[in-house]
């Protein structure tokens, strides 16, 4: 092979045809792939994994060739460059990695069945048939699919079909596009169809283990968003349907095939008639981002994988962009601040993060880019902060102009600063570079020195970090005119702070909306302005203060014993995030207490006295009519009074609990999960167990599952944690793609060491298991999540560091283990600060 790793150098594909025999029984899979394109050497190679290829022609004559997985290629040998058509004969099998090709599993009626889908993203494609595996190879696709098929099943692709012959379904050419996003379905499938006004055929597809009215929130978020992206775009949605499909077994949340996107269940379905507020959210915002993506990432597509953050951060920030407009009431912005923003903030702060725009080429090193915090969160912060700067009217005219220079091809960051900047006049290039080439962001300090306001810029860190000197190009949005639009410097002085105080009226506050990626640590005299001047706060504003002082204090800059008392002050909140953000605080003080000790009792009481009257206010069931704010503050409170342990609150759950026994998935699903583990941690047994396992078996409701998934862990039984654990490795009752929840739930309560033993001693099963798969690094980062004692600290080492140059762990493994010893540090430090001040603020 030719030094080069880019296989779309060596030979450039214009037009595939595809032929596969799909077999069920056999668990085989066999076809042929037809290439047309210009080859630029004699030697080229063309991906494959996990093949046995039989056959390779050139232009209708036998040529050498040879595979391997290790490269993931078939090397071969032409006589000529130029225009050649290849045909590969391969075959493989159908396993059930949930990459490539691969069966889903449930049951309908107590029988199994299967529903055969696709993943491709990122490099999965090679293992479905030979082609060159690489976003910036775009081709057409002509698919022929054949399968061992039943009476009334339906296949679906990304086109429509186009004619069956002999069995074989032939769809329609595809446009031009990326291996990756190709994708087909087949299966026993219920579906609803719809058409948007400009003609797109919308549908949502599904097992019909489902009921029929499960599609119908879906069916309509995905007509008004495909609707909103072609008004918002002013740029057509390019294909003639949009199919949205549930697969009962999926990795990820969702996948952006062209025309046919890829769902976990829970990320599509839901029953309308009891589904929680929250739910109906995500769910819209998943349909909302895949849909984002038809165009952005689909239609102009990332030319190599380090511009990965292009596609993703995007979506990321559209989704919202979108919901807001179809759904205005629902202030979906409010969401973005209690999950996107804190997510970046507390991952970007850890020494040796990526930066959002990484360098790639090994295909396990790409899987390992989907960090989530960096890649989604801190990307679509980016860009938020790109909108905030040029207004909607320059994006908007900014991104016509990028998909109508570059559609049907690639593109880079750079191509979509230049469209933004000529849009908007402005040198957004210069800007965001400083965001996405460096890792981390700044804390911003304000300080009234000798009577001058002044600031200060110095990168924020969790833990050790190597100051790096590393500046930023700030917006700043201070409600001080005299503050710069973009602090680039890192120092400046803003005048008199008296003089600037009178003329302004109101205390001096910088990132005012919190959409800049940057956090604040005022003086003592700045904050205390702006809390004796709280109730004049916005809610994000006011979210945004206790975020910020959480971080400071996460990073030793501040002390948690400081914030502690600010805490009943935000208690009386109506405000939904808010309540999230005190709450997130204050679970944030549990890693210093010992579990049982005189400081946890301490604790609950705090915890009691924080909620007690939202209780009161709120009580344990939705009411009807009740606000947005309301129906999402319910379960914060509720998970506040289980941990305060509350007598009367627990029998109030209980006496719910019995009255609803023999319908449990019944219950409102708002607060379902809260009354369900209410029973399992304080009046449990085996048969309680037995009862939810068999639900959680049995049940085809995402949602009442992942509550089951969310309460069992928490039994106090150790004889029935190890049941639990008996189950993790057996697919019939844990899907391997559930499997991370249920593993974090016990690990976070009384079965720690249970499964903390059990992901060690079959960490190789978990590896055979989900290893090739981009979630798999995850596990080691709920872990970290939990852990906070110097002995798991040690233990976490002792297991993790012999595994740090497997490939795509290298990273996660270094900076877990950073965060462990940061947080073991914090404790240490702190312990005693911050139970004192919990015991005064309970006293006081
Ligand atoms: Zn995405």
Not at 179 to 194: M, P, R
Not at 411 to 434: K, N, P
Not at 559 to 573: E, G, K, N, T
Not at 779 to 799: D, Q
Request: include cysteine; aromatic fraction near 10%.
């Amino acid at each position: 092979m030719a030094e080069s790793t880019h296989f779309y150098e060596l030979f450039q594909p214009s037009h595939y045809n595809v032929f596969l025999d799909i077999n069920r029984a056999t668990k085989q899979i066999s076809g042929t792939s037809t290439i047309t394109g210009d080859a630029k050497e004699t030697g080229i190679a063309i991906h494959q994994k996990y093949m046995t290829i039989s056959a390779v022609t050139a232009d209708g004559q036998a040529v050498p060739f040879t595979f391997d997985d290790e490269t993931e290629a078939i090397h071969i040998e032409l006589t000529k460059t130029g225009e050649t058509t290849l045909a590969i004969d391969f075959s493989a099998p159908l396993t059930d990695s949930m990459m490539g090709i691969y069966p889903s599993y449930y049951e309908l009626n107590g029988e199994k069945k299967q529903l055969i889908g696709t993943q491709f993203e990122t490099t999965a494609a090679r293992q479905a048939f030979p082609c060159v595996d690489e976003p910036e190879a775009k081709a057409t696709f002509d698919l022929a699919i054949k399968f061992d098929e039943q009476p009334g099943e339906t296949i679906i692709s990304n086109m429509p079909e186009v004619k069956t012959e002999n069995g074989v379904h032939y769809f329609d050419t595809t446009v031009r596009m990326s291996s990756y996003l190709i994708a087909f379905a087949f299966g026993d499938l219920q579906s609803k169809l719809t058409t948007t006004k400009s003609g797109v055929q919308v549908g949502v597809f599904a097992t019909k283990a489902h009921q029929a009215k499960e599609l119908d929130f879906a069916l309509d978020i995905a007509k008004r968003s495909i609707e909103f992206y072609e008004d918002f775009y002013q740029t057509p949605y390019p294909l003639p349907h949009s199919w949205q499909l549930a697969l009962p077994d999926f990795s990820a949340g969702a996948m952006e095939n062209w025309g046919l996107v890829t769902y976990r269940e829970a990320y599509l379905l839901l029953d309308p008639d009891n589904t929680a507020f929250e739910t109906k959210q995500r769910v819209a915002t998943v349909i909302a981002h895949e849909l984002a993506h038809q165009w952005f990432g689909d239609l102009v597509t990332m030319k190599w994988w380090d511009d990965l953050w292009l596609n993703e951060s995007f979506a990321n920030m559209m989704e919202y962009v979108a919901i807001d407009a179809i759904e205005p009431d629902w202030h979906i912005w409010e969401a973005f601040q209690t999950g996107e923003a804190p997510m970046a903030l507390q991952r970007d702060a850890t020494d040796g993060v990526q930066s959002v725009h990484v360098q790639v080429e090994d295909p396990a090193e790409i899987d390992a880019l989907f960090d989530s915090a960096i890649v989604y969160a801190k990307g679509a912060r980016m860009l938020v902060m790109v909108r905030a700067l040029i207004g909607d009217d320059a994006l908007r005219a900014g991104l016509k102009n990028y998909f109508a220079t570059h559609h049907y091809g690639n593109a880079t960051g750079a191509d979509l600063w230049a469209a933004l900047g000529a849009a908007s006049g402005m040198d957004v290039g210069a800007i965001m570079t400083s965001w996405l080439e460096q890792p981390g962001y700044p804390v911003v300090s304000a300080q009234v020195v000798d009577g001058k306001l002044t600031i200060h810029q110095q990168q924020f860190f969790i833990g050790d970090g190597k100051d790096a000197g590393r500046q930023w190009q700030v917006p700043l949005n201070s409600n001080y005119d005299a503050a710069p639009a973009i602090f680039a410097d890192t120092d400046a002085t803003l005048g008199d702070y008296a003089e600037l105080r009178q003329a302004s009226g109101e205390p001096f506050r910088l990132n005012v909306g919190n959409n800049s990626h940057f956090i604040v640590k005022y003086d003592d005299t700045l904050l205390q302005d702006i809390l004796a001047h709280l109730d004049d706060l916005d809610a994000i504003a006011q979210l945004q203060l206790l975020q910020d002082l959480r971080l400071l204090a996460e990073g030793q800059q501040i002390s948690y014993a400081d914030i502690v008392p600010l805490l009943p002050r935000f208690a009386a909140s109506h405000s939904a995030i808010v309540n999230d953000v005190l709450y997130g605080v204050a679970a944030n003080l549990k890693k210093f207490v010992k579990e049982g000790s005189a400081e946890e009792q301490q604790l609950r009481a705090l915890f009691g006295q924080l909620s007690g009257d939202q209780i009161a206010r709120l009580g344990w069931l939705p009411r009807a009519g009740e606000s947005n704010d309301d129906q999402l503050t319910r379960p914060t409170i509720l998970s506040a009074a289980l941990y305060a342990k509350d007598d009367a609150t627990l029998q109030a759950a209980h006496d719910i609990f019995t009255a609803n026994q023999d319908n449990l998935a019944g219950l409102p699903a708002a607060v379902r999960v809260y009354i369900l583990a209410n029973e399992v941690e304080n009046f449990g047994s085996a048969a309680l167990f037995d009862q939810l396992l068999n639900d959680y078996r049995k049940s085809s409701d995402a949602s009442y599952k992942a509550d089951i998934a969310a309460a069992l862990p928490t039994t106090p039984d150790s004889d029935l944690v190890a049941k639990l654990i008996g189950v993790f490795e057996d697919a019939d009752t844990i899907k391997p793609q559930d499997l991370r929840a249920w593993y974090r739930g016990v690990l976070a309560h009384k079965g720690q060491q249970a499964a903390w033993d059990w992901i060690r001693n079959d960490w190789q099963w978990l590896e055979d298991t989900v290893g090739g798969d981009m979630e798999f690094t995850t596990y080691i980062t709920v872990t970290t999540g939990v852990f906070h004692t110097p002995e798991r600290l040690a233990e976490f080492k002792a297991f993790f560091e012999p595994k740090i140059n497997t490939p795509g762990l290298t990273r996660e493994i270094n900076m877990d283990t950073k965060v462990i010893a940061t947080r073991v540090a914090l404790v240490e430090a702190e312990k005693d600060a911050v139970n004192a001040a919990v015991a005064q603020t309970v006293k006081d």
